[in-house]
């Protein structure tokens, strides 16, 4: 049995979620409440001393860091999330880790409980992740190929990183107006039965 260990606002476990829907596995979900705490449990601890998620147990391993996951699933389930041209490859890298490495990074839910701590009420939690999603997003917008998806008409890892970004958008209150090219590829995606899934909205907590 896939066991995931996840959480439902976590956009990393979003984006391992949606590639196990693409690879049209079934697996067990493991809630790890991060506001409350679970993530620094003993237990947990010792599936991934970073003390994050998602934690995917798959195949006789246990897998951490989201992008390392994708990749995995992708050279044995074969997904083709990283196109076979090395150029090709290293936009869609670094397309990816614009969102995960650069805009989620900084806005991990421990990084931004700091912050704001620390500031004397002179941050907020919208303050802070607005300062950084919006700008970034901006950029990745400048990214895009401009059609369905991130690059070109092929899905890719791109797209498994960007639509979980969008809902952390929303929920922060950053606005996308702005961004045509980010809209067409959120709207030809939120249909996708393996999009939809991950959603979530359609995950337990």
């Known amino acids: 049995m896939i066991r995931l260990f996840d959480y439902w606002r976590s956009t990393a476990s979003y984006r391992v979620r949606i590639a196990l829907g693409l690879a049209g596995l079934e697996w067990e979900s493991l809630p790890v409440d991060l ?14 001393p970073q003390g994050l998620v998602p934690v995917l147990e798959i195949d006789g391993l ?15 389930r074969g997904l083709g999330l990283l196109p076979e ?32 701590a620390r500031s004397n009420g002179g941050i907020t939690m919208e303050s802070w992740m607005q300062t950084f999603i919006g700008p970034g ?30 809902y952390n958008a929303y929920r922060w209150g950053v606005p996308l107006d702005d961004l045509p090219k980010i809209r067409r590829v959120e709207a030809a995606l939120s249909d996708h039965p393996a999009f939809a899934a991950a959603h979530p909205d359609r995950v337990a907590h």
């Open 137 to 166: 997003l901006a950029a990745v917008e400048e990214m895009l190929d401009g059609g369905d998806t991130c690059l070109a008409q092929d899905l890719t890892m791109a797209d498994v990183c960007l639509i979980p970004q969008l």
């Open 62 to 76: 246990r897998l951490t860091q989201s992008l390392s996951i994708l990749e995995y699933l992708d050279e044995t």
């Open 85 to 116: 041209d090395a150029g090709a490859r290293a936009r869609v890298r670094g397309l990816a880790q614009a969102i995960a490495m650069e805009i989620h990074a900084v806005c991990n839910l421990r990084v931004a409980k700091h912050a704001v």
């Open 35 to 48: 506001v409350e705490g679970a993530q620094r449990a003993d237990e947990h601890l010792e599936r991934n």
